[in-house]
T-cell receptor, first 114, second 113 residues
Framework: AQKVTQAQTEISVVEKEDVTLDCVYE???????LFWYKQPPSGELVFLIR??????QNEISGRYSWNFQKSTSSFNFTITASQVVDSAVYFC???????????FGAGTRLTVKP | NAGVMQNPRHLVRRRGQEARLRCSPM?????VYWYRQLPEEGLKFMVY????????ESGMPKERFSAEFPKEGPSILRIQQVVRGDSAAYFC???????????FGDGTRLSIL
């Protein structure tokens, strides 16, 4: 069974704080892909990152970084020096081999206050 | 705009009517997925199509819902005899291959009166 858990329903921070969004996944497949998407208040879904199960290197893109730990089945997302424009719902998703569907977590609503 | 195009952006229907949601994939993409998002929830997979073929419809309700992706034209998600519980945002995503990221359209917000 594939499952994605985002335990944090809502997070509120003040601008310039760092914030980490947690994502824990379950799958029996050895080949899979993990994703993060951002859904701003306007409602569209914006692709942020894809990571395959054989690549545990952490990735940094500007103020965004991702920490993939297979040992704990986690794929956490950190925003450094948060900004008001980062306010959105963030979804973690899993696509396992031999499955056509992508399983989404319930999302974490991030509010960054000025 | 070379992205995934969904229309209409908003659709209002009365109970019992039919709803048709359209999705044009990104140029060069031949794989289309439909998802449903209920308020305050994540996206739930409905159906996966390639041109003229339904590959996986395991997430789609057995009755009233159907999807197609014809050789020419957009993919269509069709909901017959809509009920209040069908109110949701419906997202379409396309990709050039199974292991590639799915790029999403802006969604269609369906409201049932």
């Amino acid at each position: 069974a594939q499952k994605v858990t985002q335990a944090q329903t809502e997070i509120s921070v003040v601008e310039k704080e760092d914030v980490t969004l947690d994502c824990v996944y379950e799958t029996r497949d050895t080949t899979y892909y993990l994703f993060w998407y951002k859904q701003p208040p306007s409602g569209e879904l914006v692709f942020l990152i894809r990571r395959n199960s054989f690549d545990e290197q952490n990735e940094i893109s500007g103020r965004y970084s991702w920490n993939f730990q297979k040992s704990t089945s986690s794929f956490n997302f950190t925003i450094t020096a948060s900004q008001v424009v980062d306010s959105a719902v963030y979804f973690c998703a899993l696509r396992a081999n031999n499955n056509n569907d992508m399983r989404f977590g319930a999302g974490t609503r991030l509010t960054v206050k000025p | 705009n070379a992205g995934v195009m969904q229309n209409p952006r908003h659709l209002v229907r009365r109970r019992g009517q039919e709803a048709r949601l359209r999705c044009s994939p990104m140029k060069g993409h031949s794989h289309v997925y439909w998802y449903r998002q209920l308020p305050e929830e994540g996206l739930k997979f409905m159906v996966y199509l390639q041109k003229e073929n339904i590959i996986d419809e395991s997430g789609m309700p057995k009755e009233r819902f159907s999807a197609e992706f014809p050789k020419e034209g957009p993919s269509i998600l069709r909901i017959q005899q809509v009920v209040r519980g069908d109110s949701a945002a419906y997202f379409c995503a396309s990709t050039g291959g199974w292991d590639q990221p799915q790029h999403f359209g802006d969604g269609t917000r369906l409201s049932i009166l």
